[in-house]
């Protein structure tokens, strides 16, 4: 599990789409905050631990829904969402990989759900995020699913 953490993850140039434009011709960006971006992958990888664990969902109703959401918008920003933070930066890969490599530093030490799997959850969130299609829900719970 270590080694899908500390391995670079490398992404192929893609050829880009123009930019989505409203109507007066501007380009329309996502802007989101740092500590938002953080939150989504963070709220994902103990959602994926607590799957890992066995626990069918959150605690707290909709956390599950929330954080099947937020894998979606991690996806759609990092392949192709023109999307940037508020201070400029873009939402890229190299800024996703280095998120999720540290985000055994911005969770909890114990109490969390699945805490156990908090490592294989966020590699497992990087294969999903990385992959060059959106894995629905219903993969993303096998995927989880103990033999």
């Known amino acids: 599990m270590q080694r899908c953490l500390s391995m ?3 992404t192929e140039p893609e050829n880009r789409h123009s930019l989505p434009v409203d109507a007066a011709g501007l380009a329309l960006v996502d802007t989101v905050t740092r500590a ?3 939150l989504r992958i963070d709220s994902c990888v103990r959602y994926l631990a607590a799957l890992l664990a066995g626990l069918e969902s959150m605690p707290a109703g909709g956390e599950s829904s929330a954080a099947e959401r937020g894998r979606t918008q991690l996806w759609r920003w990092l ?3 023109n999307a940037l933070l508020d201070d400029g930066t873009p ?3 190299a800024l996703f990989d280095a998120a999720i490599q540290r ?3 911005r969770l909890p ?3 969390l759900p699945g805490q156990e799997n908090v490592l294989q959850a966020a590699c497992l969130l990087a294969e999903l995020t990385h992959a060059r299609s959106l894995a ?3 993969l993303v719970s096998a995927l989880t699913r103990k033999p």
Do not use: K, S
């Open 91 to 93: 939402i890229d890969f």
């Open 109 to 111: 030490r114990r109490g």
């Open 103 to 105: 985000v055994g530093e």
């Open 136 to 138: 629905d829900p219903a």
């Open 36 to 38: 938002e971006f953080l």
């Open 79 to 81: 392949h192709g969402d």
């Open 8 to 10: 670079e993850m490398q």
